[in-house]
């Protein structure tokens, strides 16, 4: 596509696109009687409208039914976890039985860990990337600490090389090949939440197998952002959490993969509870775990029905309108929120802008930009004028448009405001 840094083109783009209606199926907030601009998908997703009554559905059978609700409910919570699989696994692009939506993602991600962070006296490493999401950092070292290690000798991080923001695909797969003999599991995020960059899932999995290592995904602001093909590409084990793409509601319930290799693997350990016991033992109330195959076996408790409700609203959203679908307008809309940033700073040397998210395809729908000294003053002049984006200390603004709900027309305005910005 052409673009052009003007109204009509942006209108025309919008009427164009074949997932247009679907900005209407969520609540978009106003600032001063016009919708925000609002590009915090990333962060927390807007709410589907049909959210609400999904929510009523349950409360209705718990206030009628009582207990009852678990088998006579209109959607019997005793299975309740089952109905969001299928179109979980096709976020991630997995098979139903690699999938569950369960608890949150650091309690996941710990629970993951139990079972596939297995270090020996030889392997014992873990290599991730510098500058991980806090909780990541947090999971890491109490992980390594829980196994008795120093997190100064069990965890490499990989910093970006000497002035460049990102990390270069090609130092990835090198610290894995150094530290071969050592490496236990390679654990990244799929997307980085600073820098947006796209890390390549597949070509890292394949590199920690090849030296004997487990490969596991953190899939905060990849799931419903990016083309994911974790069964295709062997990834062990992955979490996500499902507020921010998935548009689930805050501290909404996360989703789990592992892979078919070990759906069967009852000799790895694991922490369990009776949501994971087989399904139809589970009311004998008999000592003996025996665990669900697939996923589901990690699962410990009941499932949480009301953020589960939540959650299915926006899982059915996306099994509508097609992952391939939404990645594709996701670029789009990218790359003219990138456009007109250019376009902006041509027209206004006041700005001092330099996007750190590294060009596609190791891109998803975010675009974070660096900042000059006059960067707070901009992200406010920006949220005054009903922007909503991201400001993450030092001095970077994130801002991620979504293909559900942002539209072109969205972005130009944008382009519009910054462009009048005056330092
Ligand atoms: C958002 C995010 C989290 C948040 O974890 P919760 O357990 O859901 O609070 C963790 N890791 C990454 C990479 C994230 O982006």
């Not at 004997?212 to 084990?237: E, S, Y």
């Not at 989703?255 to 399904?279: I, T």
Request: charged letters at 20%; glycine letters at 8%; proline letters at 4%.
């Amino acid at each position: 596509m052409n673009f052009e840094n003007t109204l009509s083109f942006a209108q025309q783009a919008d009427q164009n696109d074949v997932l247009r209606s679907f900005r209407d199926e969520f609540y978009i907030p106003v600032h001063n009687g016009q919708d925000t601009m609002y590009f915090t998908g990333n962060s927390l997703g807007l709410q589907p409208k049909a959210t609400a009554t999904a929510l009523q559905t349950e409360l209705e059978d718990w206030k009628n039914l009582g207990v009852e609700g678990h088998f006579q409910g209109k959607n019997p919570w005793f299975h309740y976890h089952k109905f969001l699989t299928d179109n979980a696994a096709k976020v991630v692009g997995a098979l139903p039985l690699e999938v569950v939506v369960m608890n949150q993602l650091t309690s996941n991600l710990h629970f993951l860990f139990v079972s596939f962070y297995r270090p020996t006296a030889q392997r014992y490493k873990i290599i991730m990337e510098a500058g991980a999401f806090p909780s990541d950092m947090y999971l890491v070292e109490s992980q390594v600490k829980f196994h008795g290690y120093q997190p100064s000798e069990a965890i490499i991080e990989l910093q970006a090389r000497e002035g460049e923001h990102t990390l270069r695909h090609e130092d990835i797969i090198q610290a894995i090949e150094d530290n071969k003999d050592s490496v236990a599991l390679v654990f990244f995020s799929g997307v980085q939440y600073y820098t947006g960059q796209v890390f390549n899932i597949e070509q890292i999995t394949k590199k920690a197998h090849e030296v004997g290592a487990v490969a596991g995904f953190d899939l905060a602001h990849a799931a419903g952002n990016i083309d994911l093909q974790l069964h295709d590409w062997q990834v062990d084990f992955a979490a996500w959490c499902s507020y921010k793409y998935l548009n689930s509601g805050p501290g909404s319930v996360g989703g789990v993969f592992v892979h078919e290799k070990h759906a069967r693997n009852n000799d790895l350990p694991r922490f369990a509870g009776w949501w994971g016991h087989n399904e139809n033992e589970r009311f004998k109330m008999l000592k003996g775990f025996d665990a669900e195959p697939g996923a589901a076996g990690w699962q410990l408790s009941n499932a949480p029905v009301l953020s589960m409700a939540v959650h299915k609203v926006s899982l059915d959203i996306f099994a509508r309108a097609g992952m391939s679908q939404l990645v594709a307008k996701g670029k789009q809309l990218n790359a003219y929120l990138n456009f007109v940033i250019d376009e902006a700073m041509v027209n206004n040397t006041d700005l001092e802008l330099n996007i750190i998210t590294p060009p596609a395809p190791e891109r998803g729908c975010q675009i974070s930009v660096l900042t000059g000294e006059k960067g707070k003053a901009l992200f406010d002049y920006l949220t005054l004028h009903g922007v909503i984006a991201d400001w993450r200390n030092p001095n970077v603004i994130r801002m991620a448009p979504v293909p559900l709900y942002n539209s072109f027309e969205d972005i130009f305005r944008f382009g519009q405001i910054l462009q009048s910005f005056k330092a």
